[in-house]
């Protein structure tokens, strides 16, 4: 298994990103999805997940500024950053859940496959 997160950078407040995350070594369509972030001296947190069939969800803080999607095709996890605030600077991190099947959810211990993470910073 595979991830590798790009499209990080250094922004302005109110700036947009894209985040990507190419994956490769397994079946991209059967797995629940998801990105994190990790703020130092915060607690890593889910940001949004995406299930097989495309049911998202989103931590109260990427509602309505992310859009997590999916591109079968290409295998690739996206994370569309809007609205771009100091509080979203972190490391962003995509991630697979352990087992096919079963609730796609926001808790980091049913995920086991994780990548290296890129860094968003966002200054006022």
């Known amino acids: 298994v595979r991830l590798l997160e790009s499209g990080g950078g250094s922004v302005q407040a109110g700036d947009s990103l894209r985040l990507s995350c190419e994956t490769s070594?397994?079946?991209?369509?059967?797995?629940?999805m998801a990105w994190f972030r990790h703020a130092p001296g915060k607690e890593r947190e889910a940001v949004a997940t995406i299930s097989i069939d495309g049911t998202t969800t989103y931590a109260d803080s990427a509602e309505d500024r992310f859009t997590i999607s999916r591109d079968m095709s290409r295998t690739t996890l996206y994370l569309q950053l809007d609205s771009l605030t100091p509080e979203d600077s972190a490391k962003y991190y995509c991630?697979?859940?352990?087992?096919?099947?079963?609730?796609?959810?926001?808790?980091?211990?049913?995920?086991?496959?994780w990548g290296q993470g890129t860094q968003v910073t966002v200054s006022s």
């Open positions: 991630a697979r859940k352990f087992a096919a099947g079963g609730p796609c959810a926001p808790r980091q211990e049913i995920f086991g496959f």
């Open positions: 070594g397994y079946h991209f369509s059967i797995y629940c």
